[in-house]
């Protein structure tokens, strides 16, 4: 079978390549799933610089998340068929023809949700449910973010109003809000390109107070969010999209009483529980059936084009999630 493997860590487009490798076999409770669609995120381009928080072995092949149909059982399996389209995330080996997966970690997808959207339902879409409960927010409560436009902010403004929960959701550019709102987001977006956007802020909460706030970003922009915290918030840092370090005054810390927590969410799901992993995933399992949750496509790219696909150019420029067809 097909694999996009590297041997090094590296740059993306340079170290991955696509080899021929032997069509793995399950072990008694595992199943071997035939990828339909493969999603490129951030994280897995990450895994393969050498820069993330876990680092396989190697050589290795990339994608943790895909959508497919389950070709192989192992034999202890109970309660899966062959041919049963599911959804898998936090595995290892996406891109390919064929991979392997825990039983316990495959989700049937009912057939109201695409390809195009199951390919990446829960890896960012859960995220933002567990932020949500990470940050103990709650209905009429307000979270503010950066970098809305991203996968994660996208579902956050999406599925935190599903919950009464009110998100602020900040963009640099008026090119980047027209993202939000094409999705149907309209709400309470605010341009930080603008030179009163704290003012516009403030006059959203009006006299609420912003109980948590979400820093993909760092630098100066996830210290900017700290200063419009209100007393005894929190602050979730999961990104450094800007390569700079978390920029606080301490001042907003001391008299706000304010938290900084850091935000792992492959660390969660290995230790939330399985009721809760099961009640989360219902919740986006529904969002995404009736429609409330709308997950765009920057572009498919064929497994034989992934050195493309996972380019600098590509991945700054898109729309939406890239996804891979093998």
Not at 1 to 21: D, Q
Not at 173 to 199: A, F, R
Not at 241 to 246: N, Q, V
Not at 256 to 281: H, P, Y
């Amino acid at each position: 079978m097909r694999t996009a493997t590297y041997n090094e860590f590296g740059k993306p487009s340079e170290v991955l390549s696509v080899t021929e490798s032997p069509t793995p076999e399950p072990n008694n409770n595992q199943v071997r799933i035939k990828t339909i669609l493969s999603s490129i995120h951030n994280h897995d381009l990450v895994t393969i610089k050498g820069e993330y928080g876990n680092k396989p072995e190697l050589p290795a092949t990339g994608g943790s998340e895909a959508v497919g149909e389950i070709d192989a059982l192992g034999s202890a399996v109970t309660g899966f068929e062959k041919g049963q389209r599911v959804v898998v995330s936090g595995v290892q080996g996406t891109w390919a023809e064929y991979f392997i997966a825990p039983a316990q970690s495959i989700i049937p997808i009912p057939d109201a949700i695409d390809d195009e959207m199951a390919a990446q339902l829960i890896a960012m879409p859960m995220s933002a449910l567990l932020l949500i409960e990470f940050l103990n927010i709650k209905p009429g409560q307000w979270i503010i973010q950066n970098a809305a436009n991203g996968a994660v902010g996208e579902s956050m403004a999406m599925l935190a109003p599903e919950r009464n929960i009110n998100t602020i959701n900040l963009v640099r550019s008026t090119e980047s809000e027209q993202e939000l709102i094409d999705l149907g987001i309209v709400d309470n977006n605010v341009v930080t390109d603008n030179d009163d956007w704290k003012e516009q802020v403030k006059n959203i909460v009006g006299d609420d107070k912003i109980s948590g706030a979400v820093d993909a970003v760092g630098g100066k922009s996830g210290g900017e969010l700290v200063s419009l915290l209100g007393k005894h918030g929190v602050l979730a840092s999961l990104g450094a999209m800007s390569g700079k370090p978390l920029t606080l005054n301490p001042s907003n810390l001391i008299f706000n009483l304010a938290q900084v927590k850091g935000f792992w969410a492959s660390d969660m799901m290995q230790e939330i529980s399985s009721d809760d992993m099961q009640r989360l995933t219902r919740e986006l399992i529904e969002r995404a059936a009736s429609g409330q949750l709308k997950l765009p496509t920057g572009g498919i790219y064929p497994l034989d084009d992934i050195q493309t696909a996972v380019s600098e150019k590509v991945q700054s420029d898109k729309k939406g999630k890239i996804l891979i067809k093998p």
